[in-house]
C-alpha cells in the first residue's frame, strides 16, 4: 500500500501515540505548558511593542512613500501637524484666542515642537490691507471714512457712557434723515444681544470688525487654525496623546470653552488615530465582553459540559499567550492591524477545539474509557486538525510578501498561530481533560425529529440544491464588479467624534483641505512656471507657491493706506480705562431709551423698526433690573465689557495695518519661509482641490490628474489614494495566492481533484454570496474590514476540509453526513465566530460596524455552503475513502 494513499491515517495514528502520551502524564504536561506559558507572557510584556504610526502600515519602498518621505526631509516642520480649529464669538476673539493659544503651546517643548498660525502673526497684521484687493482696500477705506466721526468720539471716551451718548446722538440724526437707519441696525442688535446675555448670564461680544466693515461676519471670519508639530511617541499605542493632551489643558487654561463662546477641535490624521484608537478600545471592549458571554453560551450548549467548556477557554488563552510570545521572536512588534490576530487566533483556534471536544463527547457517551476516547478523538480528527492547520497557515503567509505591511505581519504573526492552536488543542487541551476524576458515561442523544429530517434535505434533494446554488452564484458574479474599497480613512471612523467631524468640515471648504498635495521645483522660476501649469486643472481650485506671499500692486495699495491713516485719529489706550459714575452712563442710557421710542413714533423702514423695538424692549428692561440692582456698576461693567470688550483690540489692529510698508521675499516670517522654501533654495508648491475629497470619485481624479504635470507628489491626499489602491493590490495578490497554495497543498495530499474540489467549491460560492450580499446592502471593503477576507479563507478552507475528511472516513458508520459530531463542530464554530463579531456590528465607529456585518455575513454563507451545498455535492459527487486496510485499522486501536 503506498504511503501517500495513507498520509491522513498515518498523521491521526502520530497524533494519537502523542495524545496518548499526554494523557499518561496529564500534571506534568499541564505544568509544562503553564511554565512555557509564563516564560511567553513575560517575554511578551517585556519585549513586544505596539506601533501606533500608521507609517508601519505600508513599506517603505512604495513609490508614494519615497516620494512622502523626500518631501518630508526638504520639510520637516510639516510632518505630522495636528490641526487645532477655534471658533469664537468674534472674529476678533479668534484672533486673540488663537495668538494666546500659540504662544502658551510653544513654551511646553516637552510636548510641542512648535505651533505656527497660517497667516497670523505680527507680520501679517501689520500688512493685513496689502492682502486685500485694490477694489476690497478701496471700500473698506470708505467706510472706515464713513465711521472716523464715531471711531474719534469713541477714541477720546471708550467707556459705555460714551456709546451711549454716541448712540443717542446717531439715532436723533437717523430720525432727522442725516445718518441712514440701516447704518445704526448693528450696533441696536449688538447692544440688544448684551444686554439679554446679561440677564441670561451668558458671554457676548459684539465685533467691532462687523460694525466697522458695514457688513456681516461670514462664519469663516471667526474661525482659525493652528499647526501643531507634535513630540511623537511611536513607542507607544497613541503616538501623539501627549501632545493633544497639552493642546487641550492650555485651551481650557486659556478660557477657550464652549461657556465663553470658544470651541477648539483637534483634528489632522495624529489626532484622527488617537481618538479612533480610543474609540475602539472603549467600543470593541464592550462588544467584547458580550461577546464573550455569547461565545461561553454557545460552547456550552454545543459541549454540553462545564468542563469542556472551561478547559477550551484556557487552552485557548494559553495559545494566545504563547502565540505573543512567538509574535515577539519573529516580528517583534504589533502594527495598529496586527493587534488583532487574538481575533483571527480565537476564531479559529476554538473550532480546532470544538472538533475535538464534540467527538471525545460522543467516543464518551458510546462507553469509551477516558484515556480511549482522547486517543481516538486524536487518530479520528487529528489529521483533519493538522490539514486544516498546514492551509490556513499557508494562506496567511501568502500575505507576507505584500507591501501592505500591516496585514503582512498579521499574515506571519496568524501563521504561526495556527501552529500554536494545532499544538495546544492536541497537547494542554487533552491533559486537561484527564485532570481529575474521570466523567461518567451517558447515553448517546438522539437527534430530534425536526433537525434529522432538516439534515436530509440537502441529500434528498441534492440536484435541486446544486441548481439553486449554480443561479445564486451566477447571479452573485454579476454583482462582484460593483464591489468597492472605500478607501478614505474617514469612512471607517465614528462620524460622531470631534476630530472627524472637523476634519470632514476642512475638507469641505475645497480650496484650504487640508487633503491637499504638494510639489518641490528646484527653485522660484520653475515653482511658478509649474504652478501656472496647475492652476489650469479643472480639478485645481488654487496653488500657492512663497511668490503668492508677496502683494500685487503694492505702491497703490500703500497711497490708500496713507491717506486712511491720516483722516483716522490715534488710539487713546486710556480711553477706554477711564471710571465713569454710573449714574452718567445710567442717564446716557435712559437717553437712548427715549430716542429710541422717538424713532419708532416717526416710523422708520422695517428692518430699522424691527432692530430698535427689539432693543428698545430689552432696554427698558434692563434699566429697570438696574434700578433694583444693588451693584450697579457690576451690571454696568458686564453690559460695557460685550459691547466694547474688542474695540481696543481692533483699534490696535486697525493702527498697525496703517503703518504697512512694503513686503518682499527678504522680509517674509522666518516661520512661513521655512514652510515654503528650504535651505538650498527649493520652492514648495501647495495644490489645493477644487471638490470636497469626501467623495472617492473626486480624491482620485484630484491626485491622477495633478500627477500627469507633477508626477513626484506628495501629501496626504496621495497618501489616503495609494494607501487604498496598495490594499486592494495586496489582497487581491494574497489572496489569489492562498487559494492556489491551498489548492496544491489539498492536492499533493489527497492526491484527488474531486476531494479538493469539494472543500474549494463551497468556499468560492461563499466568497460570491458575501461580496455579492456586501454590494446589495452597500457595506464597502475599507481598512478595517479587510481582516475579514483571511478569517473567511481560513473559516471556509477549515470547514470544507472537516466535512470532505469525516465524509472520506466514516469512523462510526454514520453515513449522513450531518448527523455527525464534525458537521456540529461547524456549525457551532461558525456561530461562535458570528459571537465574537456580531455585536460589533452596532458600533458608532464604523469600521467596526463593517467589521462586524460582513464577518456575520460571510460566517453565514459559509456555514450555509459547507452544511447545504456541499453534503449535496458529496452526494453526487462521492469523495474517495481510505483504504481501510486491517492493517490501518489495527494501528487506530493500538493507538
Known amino acids: 500500500m503506498p504511503v501517500n494513499e495513507h498520509i491522513e491515517v498515518r498523521i491521526g495514528v502520530w497524533f494519537a501515540r502523542w495524545v496518548g502520551w499526554v ?13 512555557l506559558t509564563g516564560v511567553s507572557l513575560g517575554g511578551a ?19 508614494f512613500k519615497k516620494a512622502e518621505r523626500r518631501y518630508y526631509d526638504a520639510f520637516p516642520t510639516l510632518y505630522e501637524n495636528i490641526f487645532v480649529v477655534v471658533d469664537a464669538p468674534t472674529p476678533e476673539g479668534a484672533a486673540q484666542a488663537i495668538k494666546s493659544l500659540a504662544a502658551k503651546l510653544n513654551a511646553h517643548r516637552e510636548d510641542i515642537i512648535r505651533a505656527y498660525v ?44 460714551g456709546l451711549a451718548s454716541l448712540l443717542g446722538r446717531g439715532i436723533r440724526a437717523g430720525r432727522e434723515g442725516d445718518v441712514s437707519g440701516n447704518q445704526l441696525v448693528t450696533i441696536f442688535d449688538g447692544l440688544d444681544e448684551a444686554l439679554r446675555a446679561e440677564a441670561e448670564g451668558r458671554e457676548y461680544h459684539l465685533s467691532w ?40 489643558a492650555v485651551a481650557k487654561e486659556l478660557g477657550l470653552v464652549p461657556e ?70 519573529t516580528v517583534g512588534r504589533l502594527n495598529m492591524i496586527s493587534v488583532s490576530f487574538a481575533v483571527l487566533f480565537i476564531g479559529l483556534g476554538v473550532d480546532f477545539a470544538i472538533h475535538l ?6 467516543l464518551l457517551e458510546s462507553g469509551m474509557a477516558r484515556a480511549d476516547a482522547l486517543s481516538a478523538t486524536a487518530s479520528n480528527v487529528g489529521s483533519s486538525i493538522f490539514l486544516c492547520t498546514v492551509t490556513t497557515a499557508t494562506g496567511f503567509f501568502a500575505f507576507a510578501p505584500t507591501d501592505f505591511v500591516g496585514v ?37 442523544a438522539a437527534s430530534s425529529a425536526g433537525a434529522g429530517v432538516l439534515a436530509a434535505l440537502p441529500l434528498r434533494h441534492p440536484r435541486l440544491v446544486r441548481g439553486a446554488a449554480i443561479v445564486l452564484g451566477l447571479a452573485g458574479i454579476l454583482l462582484l464588479p460593483r464591489a468597492r474599497f472605500d478607501n478614505n480613512p474617514l469612512h471607517v471612523r465614528d462620524p460622531s467624534s470631534e476630530s472627524v467631524k472637523a476634519f470632514s468640515d476642512l475638507l469641505a471648504r475645497g480650496g484650504s483641505s487640508p487633503w491637499s498635495l504638494n510639489a518641490v521645483a528646484p527653485d522660484l522660476e520653475s515653482a511658478e512656471a509649474l504652478a501656472e501649469r496647475l492652476r489650469k486643472l479643472d480639478v485645481v481650485e488654487r496653488v500657492v507657491t512663497v511668490s503668492d506671499y508677496i502683494p500685487s500692486d503694492q505702491e497703490a495699495k500703500l497711497e490708500i493706506i496713507e491717506d486712511v491713516a491720516m483722516f483716522l485719529p490715534p488710539m487713546n489706550g486710556e480711553a477706554f480705562q477711564q471710571a465713569v459714575p454710573v449714574e452718567e452712563t445710567w442717564n446716557a442710557l435712559g437717553v437712548v431709551h427715549v430716542e429710541l421710542r422717538k424713532l419708532l413714533a416717526a416710523d422708520p423702514d422695517p428692518e430699522v423698526r424691527r432692530s430698535a423695538r427689539s432693543l428698545s424692549e430689552s432696554l427698558g428692561d434692563y434699566l429697570e433690573r438696574l434700578e433694583a440692582s444693588h451693584d450697579r456698576r457690576a451690571s454696568l461693567e458686564v453690559v460695557a465689557d460685550s459691547m466694547l470688550g474688542s474695540l481696543p483690540a481692533q483699534l490696535r489692529l486697525l493702527e498697525a495695518a496703517l503703518s504697512a510698508g512694503h513686503v518682499t521675499l527678504e522680509n517674509l516670517p522666518e516661520a512661513l519661509l521655512e514652510r515654503m522654501v528650504t535651505e538650498d533654495g527649493r520652492v514648495r508648491i501647495r495644490i489645493f482641490p477644487r471638490d470636497d475629497l469626501n467623495d472617492n470619485v473626486a480624491l482620485a481624479s484630484f491626485v491622477d490628474d495633478v500627477r500627469e504635470v507633477v508626477p513626484d507628489i506628495a501629501g496626504s491626499a496621495s497618501e489616503v489614494l495609494e494607501s487604498g489602491r496598495t490594499v486592494v493590490t495586496a489582497m487581491r495578490q494574497a489572496l489569489l495566492a492562498a487559494f492556489v497554495v ?40 475599507n481598512f478595517a474590514d479587510v481582516i475579514v477576507l483571511p478569517l473567511l479563507l481560513g473559516i471556509g478552507v477549515d470547514s470544507g476540509i472537516h466535512l470532505v475528511h469525516r465524509a472520506r472516513a466514516p469512523w462510526d458508520g454514520e453515513q449522513n453526513l450531518l448527523n455527525t459530531s464534525t458537521a456540529r463542530a461547524v456549525a457551532y464554530s461558525a456561530l461562535t465566530t458570528i459571537a465574537s463579531f456580531g455585536t460589533l456590528g452596532f458600533a458608532s465607529h464604523l469600521g467596526l460596524a463593517t467589521l462586524g456585518q460582513l464577518l456575520t455575513l460571510g460566517v453565514s454563507f459559509t456555514i450555509l455552503c459547507n452544511l447545504v451545498v456541499l453534503p449535496s455535492l458529496i452526494v453526487l459527487h462521492p469523495p474517495t475513502p481510505y483504504p481501510a486496510t486491517v492493517k490501518t485499522l489495527a494501528a487506530i486501536r493500538k493507538s
Open 260 to 329: 465663553n463662546g470658544f470651541q477648539v477641535r483637534v483634528t489632522g490624521d495624529a489626532a484622527l488615530s488617537a481618538e479612533e484608537l480610543e474609540v475602539v478600545r472603549d467600543q470593541a471592549g464592550a462588544a467584547g465582553i458580550a461577546s464573550f458571554i455569547l461565545v461561553g453560551a454557545i460552547l456550552l450548549v454545543a459541549l454540553r459540559s462545564v468542563r469542556l467548556v472551561l478547559s477550551t477557554l484556557l487552552t485557548l488563552m494559553v495559545g494566545l499567550i504563547l502565540t505573543a510570545g512567538v509574535t515577539t521572536v
Open 357 to 362: 471536544c464534540l467527538r471525545y463527547r460522543d
Open 45 to 63: 510584556i517585556n519585549h513586544l511593542g505596539i506601533v501606533g504610526d500608521t507609517e508601519a502600515l505600508f513599506s517603505q519602498e512604495l513609490p
Open 408 to 444: 503582512a505581519e498579521l499574515g506571519i504573526i496568524s501563521g504561526f498561530g495556527m501552529f500554536v492552536s494545532l499544538f495546544c488543542t492536541l497537547t494542554l487541551l487533552p491533559a486537561l481533560l484527564c485532570l481529575g476524576r474521570a466523567p461518567r458515561p451517558r447515553t448517546l
Open 118 to 161: 497660517p497667516g497670523g502673526g505680527d507680520f501679517f497684521e501689520e500688512h493685513a490691507f496689502l492682502y486685500l484687493s485694490r477694489e476690497e482696500l478701496e471700500d473698506l477705506a470708505d467706510r472706515l471714512a464713513e465711521a472716523q466721526p464715531y471711531v474719534g468720539e469713541l477714541s477720546r471716551d471708550g467707556s459705555l457712557r
Open 742 to 781: 491551498v489548492t496544491i497543498i489539498l492536492l499533493l495530499l489527497w492526491r484527488n481533484l474531486n476531494d479538493t474540489a469539494l472543500v474549494l467549491v463551497p468556499l468560492g460560492l461563499a466568497a460570491v454570496f458575501t461580496v455579492a450580499a456586501a454590494v446589495l446592502l452597500d457595506i464597502p471593503f
Open 23 to 35: 494523557v499518561r502524564w496529564p500534571k506534568v504536561t499541564t505544568l509544562a505548558m503553564l511554565a
Open 209 to 248: 470688525a462687523e460694525v466697522l466693515s458695514g457688513q456681516a461676519i461670514e462664519a469663516d471670519a471667526r474661525r482659525r487654525f493652528l499647526l501643531v508639530q507634535p513630540v511623537l511617541h511611536h513607542n507607544e499605542f497613541q503616538p501623539a496623546k501627549r501632545s493633544i493632551l497639552r493642546i487641550r
